[in-house]
């Protein structure tokens, strides 16, 4: 069974860095054509996506954002960190991570993890 | 970057009547390979995203056979033969020939 699990702190101040971890289960990001994904949902609002990194240690992220994000793997213990520096409150919502498969014929995102608030405010 | 855009924005629909829900890109999505990188995504209330469409028209595993993906290029169509009261939620495209963007949602509710 595969399962993707975000956390983060709840609140972060204005201009701090938020730090988000993905801990996943059931696959191995080692894997040709596997990557894992962070997408973003303000309240209300549309899907938005953030980042990705692959089996390979190569990474994308969204340009509008492109500045502000940093990505990570440790494969070891399963996890992915994003970093998103200078926090404003329009960058609250919640957060997910999700695999990523980009192998022949098979092109998706999923599973999904559950998501994690985060709100910021001073 | 590759915009989206889906319409309608609101789908008010009658259980057991069709639906259907474009998706159009700014660009092209067809690949040299004749892969559409285009993939479809419902988000009930409540709950995560869950992948309905893949690579244009492939159904997920698990996904009833009322959800059909259809299209090429850059316009797109979701359609659902006949809806159930659990087909409620937003429904996403996104493409992903070029990093990923998503379209604004369709919000379909019951009538």
């Known amino acids: 069974q595969i399962t993707l699990k975000e956390s983060s702190p709840t609140f972060v101040k204005p201009t701090e860095t938020l730090t988000l971890t993905c801990s996943f289960s059931?696959?191995?990001?080692?894997?040709?054509?596997?990557?894992v994904g962070w997408i973003r949902q303000a309240p209300g609002k549309a899907l938005e996506w953030l980042a990705i990194i692959y089996w390979d240690d190569s990474k994308r992220y969204n340009p509008s954002l492109k500045n502000r994000l940093t990505v990570a793997k440790d494969t070891s213990n399963n996890h992915v960190v994003l970093t998103m520096t200078d926090m404003d409150p329009v960058d609250a919502g919640t957060y997910f991570c999700?695999?990523?498969?980009?192998?022949?014929?098979?092109?998706?995102?999923?599973?999904w993890g559950q998501g994690t608030p985060v709100t910021v405010s001073s | 970057d590759i915009v989206m855009s889906q319409s309608p924005l609101s789908l008010p629909v009658t259980p057991g009547e069709p639906a259907s829900i474009s998706c159009r890109s700014g660009?092209?999505?067809?690949?040299?390979?004749?892969?559409?990188?285009l993939e479809w995504y419902l988000q009930k209330p409540g709950q995560s995203p869950q992948l309905l469409i893949y690579?244009?028209?492939n159904r997920a595993s698990g996904v009833p056979d009322r959800f059909s993906g259809s299209g090429s290029g850059t316009d797109f169509t979701l359609k659902i033969s006949r809806v159930e009261a659990e087909d409620v939620g937003i429904y996403y495209c996104?493409?992903?020939?070029?990093?990923?963007?998503f379209g604004q949602g369709t919000k379909l509710e019951i009538k």
């Open positions: 660009r092209s999505l067809l690949h040299r390979n004749g892969n559409n990188y």
């Open positions: 999700a695999r990523r498969l980009v192998i022949v014929d098979s092109y998706w995102f999923g599973p």
């Open positions: 996104m493409q992903s020939l070029e990093a990923y963007s």
């Open positions: 690579l244009g028209s």
């Open positions: 059931g696959f191995s990001l080692t894997t040709p054509g596997v990557g």
